[in-house]
């Protein structure tokens, strides 16, 4: 295979992965504290980030080295974080609706990126953020008369994200890929590790396979990914994601007996379709400027 092809495979192992891990957050959510799952979760990425930089060209010491060490730590403080409230998510607003919601995360980040690193969003950025957030009110069912209060755990976690996403790219202008995966593992895993103690529960023996598929999944979708935007650029990448909100649906309604209402769908169209559009205007853009030089 060429190294398009195998971008485009790295993507889809990473997107399903992406829908096992959820599948498996959800089913263990329900028997185990989130905050003890995502402790685990957490270690297994940590020792997989550290084998990953100690055989990476600049070794372990040099991928330690960082020109943002307070923001690097910050963002595994706030992706553990994320990894609990998603858990809580998936567990009371269902994973069909939180993925759905989870969706409209690039558009969020769009929005952030103003205030917080002074980017500019022109019309081609703000009109499918607008759009988006029109799909994101379609979901949340507006014209329901009761607002469900557990629709809050998404829209929790796809804040917190963004703002993880923010950092991510703000310490990208200064530090090397493999140093901002190295923190994106081992200060969470620190972190957690003082709190999760206390809400450790015994696991039964049947669990551990599941437990173990988690974390598996958890750190090899994050291989993947990392693989394919070392072959493929973020633009084609972007639409290729857009399957775990699919893929994660399949899951949540033929193994957990969800059920997908019309807003859901119709929301998860809007916000998809708008992510969609801004991507391949994107790319258009790219396409134009590389034939002007």
């Known amino acids: 295979m060429n190294s398009k092809t195998s971008g485009y495979v790295y993507v889809l192992l990473a997107v399903i992965l992406f829908a096992g891990r959820d599948g498996f957050s959800k089913l263990l959510g329900e028997k185990y504290p989130p905050i003890m799952l995502t402790m685990m979760r957490l270690w297994a990425f940590a020792v997989f980030v550290t084998v990953l930089a100690a055989f990476s060209p600049v070794g372990l010491r040099g991928a330690l080295l960082t020109q943002r060490p307070i923001l690097q730590a910050l963002r595994g403080v706030l992706l553990g974080s994320q990894i609990v409230v998603v858990i ?26 103003v205030p917080i690193l002074g980017e500019k969003v022109g019309r081609r950025h703000g009109i499918p953020v607008v759009i988006g957030l029109l799909g994101v009110l379609v979901l949340l069912n507006p014209g329901n008369a009761h607002f469900d209060m557990r629709l809050l755990f998404p829209i929790a976690a796809s804040l917190i994200y963004a703002m993880y996403s923010i950092a991510t790219r703000a310490v ?122």
């Open 88 to 113: 809580f998510a998936f567990t009371r607003a269902g994973l069909a609706m939180s993925q759905a919601i989870l969706g409209a995360t690039p558009l969020i980040v769009t929005i952030l990126s």
């Open 172 to 293: 990208s202008q200064d530090d090397p890929v493999v140093t901002s995966v190295l923190y994106a593992g081992v200060p969470g895993a620190m972190a957690i590790t003082f709190v999760g103690p206390f809400y450790w529960t015994p696991v039964h023996t049947a669990d551990w396979p599941a437990i173990t598929a988690l974390c598996v999944c958890g750190a090899l979708s994050q291989y993947f990914l990392i693989k394919a935007y070392g072959l493929l650029s973020a633009v084609e990448v972007q639409p290729l994601t857009y399957l775990h909100l699919v893929l994660s649906g399949a899951v949540a309604t033929v193994f957990f007996g969800e059920t997908v209402t019309w807003n859901m769908l119709a929301g998860a169209v809007i916000v998809v379709g708008a992510g969609l559009f801004s991507v391949w205007r994107e790319h258009r853009l790219e396409v134009r400027r590389t034939k002007s030089i």
